[in-house]
């Protein structure tokens, strides 16, 4: 079993498109995979077709209470093999909730390890930020999955977001690693989207997936109508490249 976090501190670069589209070409692969949205946007959640008045929990009682992740699961209805640990807006609370707490960047670390091995793949989708359950996701995990969004400021905030990934390392999870680097929003026509690529290559070398993600409104629509883009349009350019990202990153398991 391999935990990965999605994480950007940036806003908006892709993180919950990618978290989405890769678990769902992944459980299409025949992969079992559990989906932990750890970002009280719930975006992930709602993306999913998941009514949030419905739930019998969400992640926000699993890191503040004795609930189990187990507890909170949804089965998708949608793909087979698909899992998803929800959240609300209750767990913007989580925070300062949580200050004082002895451990507290290591809860969801400790409540994923009582899962067992029960998923082949574990993703979880990160808050835009560096807080305490941005931290809480690192320590869970083996490794960091980061989407790049291809525009002028693509870099900025880039040395902040490595900064944090050695930091967690250092002192709170020693064998966490850069799984890969996705460039998302590319449009091939444009010289800048090339440019910024080729900048983020020279920083993150063979890290970087060559498969990028075109800026695609299909992507965009899917999340409202509560579905993953394969279900929506499997056959447009964002579906075509999800898949192949997802390729990709199985190549580079073995
Ligand atoms: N390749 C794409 N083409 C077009 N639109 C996209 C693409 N990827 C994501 N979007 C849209 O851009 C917005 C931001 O994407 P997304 O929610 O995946 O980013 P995020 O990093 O998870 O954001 P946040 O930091 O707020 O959690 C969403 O409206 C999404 O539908
Ligand atoms: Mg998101």
Redesign the pocket.
């Known amino acids: 079993m391999k935990v990965i976090s999605i994480f950007?501190q940036?806003?908006?670069?892709?993180?919950?498109?990618?978290?989405i589209n890769l678990c769902s070409y992944l459980c299409m692969e025949g992969y079992k995979v559990l989906s932990i949205d750890i970002?009280p946007?719930g975006?992930t959640t709602s993306g999913l077709g998941i009514d949030k008045k419905k739930l019998n929990g969400s992640i926000y009682d699993v890191l503040t209470s004795h609930m189990s992740i187990k507890d909170v699961i949804i089965q998708s209805e949608l793909i087979n093999n698909f899992y998803i640990a929800p959240s609300t807006m209750e767990l913007a609370g989580a925070e300062v909730e949580l200050i004082g707490r002895d451990n507290r960047e290591n809860i969801l670390k400790e409540k994923i390890g009582l899962i067992g091995d029960d998923f082949d793949f574990i993703f979880i989708?990160c808050?835009?930020s560096l807080g305490l359950l941005t931290i809480n996701a690192l320590v869970a995990s083996n490794s960091v999955l980061i989407?790049i969004q291809c525009e002028f400021y693509a870099l900025e905030g880039v040395g902040q977001l490595v900064n944090t990934i050695q930091l967690v390392k250092k002192s709170l999870n020693k064998q966490l690693e850069i799984e890969g680097v996705i460039m998302?929003?590319f449009d091939s026509r444009t010289n800048l989207s090339n440019e910024v690529v080729s900048e983020v290559k020279k920083y993150f070398k063979n890290k970087v997936y060559d498969s990028n993600?075109?800026?695609?409104?299909r992507?965009?629509e899917?999340?409202s109508f509560g579905l993953p883009i394969l279900l929506y349009d499997g056959k447009c350019k964002?579906a075509e490249s999800y898949e192949n990202l997802t390729k990709e990153f199985l190549r580079r398991q073995k």
């Open positions: 950007n940036k806003g908006g670069v892709g993180k919950t498109t990618t978290n970002d946007q975006n989708d808050p835009p989407p998302s929003m993600i075109p800026r695609n409104i992507l965009a899917a999340p964002g």
